[in-house]
């Protein structure tokens, strides 16, 4: 199998899925801040978190499959198809007319967006050389970044100014010219032969990641739930790993995650994900609920992170050339818990910069880190493999995410629990369930050392985790390029 792409029409290729990307990137943040807007219109508050939920379950579940699906079929059709589906989706979103419905639509937006973010970047790797391709993926990072800070200013216009609806039709003309570009440009040569579609091991595997994200988000609710998404988790599990062991074409190749450069790679993924999420998780609470900030300069320190990041996957591939992708990637190791040691530091009084240097130096760790465990385990397969080996590291970092974000809930609670006496543990939950809450906690002593304390135990349980992302890029093997087919 080749990609046959002539360089002069790489860049064209680029803008292609550039303009994919942004499509799904500026999909967060400008539905997370219209949502208010929409649930009081279309009424059904209670199911307000399930229009994000049902997002990001499909998405990340469909991941490692379309990987798959773009090694068997090709990047193009696999990539079109995703983008397409994502503009249905949005199209029909747009003419919701109940909370359920808009629920719905959302779960097929993320049906569609799992195949943009793997395929994309299996794309990159297959055209661009190893120290080529960091500029590339900074420019890649760079979309994923301008969206965080366009997307909550365009919800905001658009609910004040035009129907809520526009927030997902929006995105039809990036998508539009996007699959255009790629249907123009994007040139393959598949071999063609018969295969087998491991229908089978699919449903399984979307059952048991279905199953398991479902119980760590709902991790703290009543045991029913949690105990029943678990048995289920366990035995669609159970039953996907005795598929793949007699399909002629397994949906997920359990030989390549038992390679070690890919499995400590995305084991580093993981643990980098999980540490990531925990500071945008609590970051902000601690800045306007112990430092008395505004939500804005809470936002500044997070944008912080949103800076380092592509800044650091820009300037990697000159890392590569004068250290070694290894030594990059041990230097991002490092500068990851360095950053998260910097939050130590925050006290009641601190600036909000402080609070942005810790973030800057994460974001730029991770940048390091995510970019150069893609590009080892790309170089380390064929073209063949290489859709469903990006892909593996992608779904590491979204399951990182999902365990970092209810990991992070448990040791919040766990410290209210611990530093507030008696009934202060009540009244301290009643303070932040409210619509001014964080800016009450800052003026109330009491409630503000609670949750200094708490949030600084969450800030140990980060810095902790970071450490071990650093341990683990340690641990990644030398392994030999496989050959460029592409």
């Not at 230097?331 to 942005?356: H, K, Y």
């Amino acid at each position: 199998m080749s990609a046959p792409n002539p360089p002069l029409r790489r860049p064209l290729i680029v803008a292609s899925i550039a303009l994919a990307t942004f499509m799904v990137a500026i999909e967060a943040t400008i539905v997370a801040t219209a949502m208010p807007h929409i649930v009081g219109q279309l009424g059904g508050f209670s199911y307000y978190s399930w229009v994000f939920s049902a997002f990001l379950l499909a998405q990340t579940t469909t991941t490692v499959i379309y990987g798959k699906l773009s090694d068997m079929f090709g990047r193009r059709p696999v990539l079109i198809g995703g983008a397409g589906l994502f503009l249905a989706a949005s199209l029909l979103c747009g003419f919701a007319w109940s909370m359920p419905s808009l629920i719905l639509f959302r779960l097929l937006q993320g049906l569609g967006a799992g195949a943009i973010q793997p395929v994309t970047m299996t794309i990159v790797g297959d055209l661009y050389t190893l120290e080529e391709r960091g500029k590339i993926q900074g420019m890649l990072s760079a979309v994923w970044a301008s969206s965080a800070v366009v997307g909550p200013l365009a919800g905001g216009l658009i609910v004040d100014r035009l129907h809520w609806a526009w927030i997902f039709w929006l995105n039809i003309p990036f998508g539009i010219l996007a699959i255009a570009g790629l249907l123009l440009f994007l040139h393959e040569r598949v071999e063609r032969r018969a295969r087998s579609i491991d229908y089978l091991g699919a449903g399984l595997f979307s059952v048991a990641i279905v199953s398991l994200l479902v119980m760590l988000t709902e991790a703290g609710a009543s045991p029913g739930p949690i105990l029943g998404f678990g048995g289920l988790f366990l035995a669609t599990g159970i039953a996907f790993l005795w598929q793949e062991r007699r399909a002629p074409e397994p949906m997920i190749s359990l030989e390549l995650w038992r390679r070690p450069l890919v499995a400590i790679c995305n084991t580093a993924t993981v643990l980098a994900g999980m540490a990531l999420i925990g500071l945008t998780t609590v970051l902000p609470l601690y800045v306007q609920g112990v430092l008395g900030r505004s939500p804005v300069e809470a936002g500044f320190a997070l944008t912080m992170l949103i800076l380092g990041w592509p800044l650091a996957v820009t300037v990697s591939s000159r890392c590569y050339k004068a250290f070694g992708i290894r030594r990059t990637l041990r230097f991002g190791g490092v500068m990851f818990p360095l950053g998260a040691s910097v939050l130590l530091f925050l006290a009641p009084g601190s600036p909000p910069m402080l609070a942005g240097a810790g973030s800057f130096v994460m974001g730029f760790g991770m940048g390091l880190l995510s970019i150069t465990c893609i590009i080892l385990i790309q170089e380390s397969v064929d073209w063949a493999t290489r859709g469903s080996a990006t892909a593996s590291n992608l779904f590491a970092r979204s399951l990182g995410n999902t365990l970092g974000a209810t990991a992070m809930g448990a040791i919040l609670n766990l410290g209210i629990a611990r530093f507030a006496a008696g009934d202060a543990v009540g009244r301290v939950h009643a303070v932040l369930e409210s619509r001014t809450g964080l800016a009450d906690a800052a003026s109330d002593p009491g409630i503000r050392s609670v949750l200094h304390q708490s949030l600084h135990l969450s800030f140990w349980g980060i810095l902790a985790i970071a450490v071990l992302a650093c341990l683990t890029c340690w641990l990644i093997p030398t392994q030999r390029p496989a050959a460029r087919t592409a």
